[in-house]
T-cell receptor
């Protein structure tokens, strides 16, 4: 079956620090990869996605590159802000008949201090 | 586009009672998904629909759980004879089909938080 493993949190950084959250996956097919963000008291929001090897997804200063050879999709941001404090979920989505059915990691809680 | 909505946002019930949740997807989206999220975990897939057809159910979905999407628009998730272990956030998501958005991009609702006493 499919699985997603995220680095364990919580992660605490100072404002303007560099962020990396590691994500690796196991999939039977060739999935699409996603990062979602969940702010306190809110639902999941799509942050970025990549649909094929070597694609880079980016949004709001966050980036992640689909690395098929290492089955990874690490999330990075060069300079975090207090407003980035949230829970981040890595996910994969199947293709074909089950397209959209997603498998999520357990989430990484990020706290950014001023 | 008003996004995916879910009702109620919070539900507290006693063990053994039945509960029903509703999800209204983004209007043009053909696919609708239900997930369950417990504290400290990522969402777990429960079931999904293509229009009114239920295409797959997870083994997590015991016989006490049933989901419907009768007209291919809104969906309901019912839990019968609730147990304390059912306490979780129940998330609904929808996705478009076709080439514009891609069938694998899901848009999530705010969730319904269920507490079983």
């Amino acid at each position: 079956g499919n699985s997603v493993t995220q680095m364990e949190g919580p992660v605490t950084l100072s404002e303007e620090a560099f962020l990396t959250i590691n994500c690796t996956y196991t999939a039977t097919g060739y999935p699409s990869l996603f990062w979602y963000v969940q702010y306190p008291g809110e639902g999941l929001q799509l942050l970025l996605k990549a649909t094929k090897a070597d694609d880079k997804g980016s949004n709001k200063g966050f980036e992640a590159t689909y690395r098929k050879e290492t089955t990874s999709f690490h999330l990075e941001k060069g300079s975090v802000q207090v407003s980035d404090s949230a829970v981040y979920f890595c996910a994969l989505s199947e293709r074909g008949t089950n397209a959209g059915k997603s498998t999520f990691g357990d989430g990484t809680t990020l706290t950014v201090k001023p | 586009d008003t996004g995916v909505s879910q009702d109620p946002r919070h539900k507290i019930t006693k063990r053994g009672q039945n509960v029903t949740f509703r999800c209204d997807p983004i209007s043009e989206h053909n696919r609708l998904y239900w997930y369950r999220q417990t504290l400290g975990q990522g969402p777990e897939f429960l079931t999904y629909f293509q229009n009114e057809a239920q295409l797959e159910k997870s083994r997590l979905l015991s016989d006490r759980f049933s989901a419907e999407r009768p007209k291919g628009s809104f969906s309901t998730l019912e839990i019968q004879r609730t147990e304390q272990g059912d306490s979780a956030m129940y998330l609904c998501a929808s996705s478009p089909t076709g080439t514009s958005g891609g069938v694998d991009t899901q848009y999530f609702g705010p969730g319904t938080r269920l507490t079983v006493l």
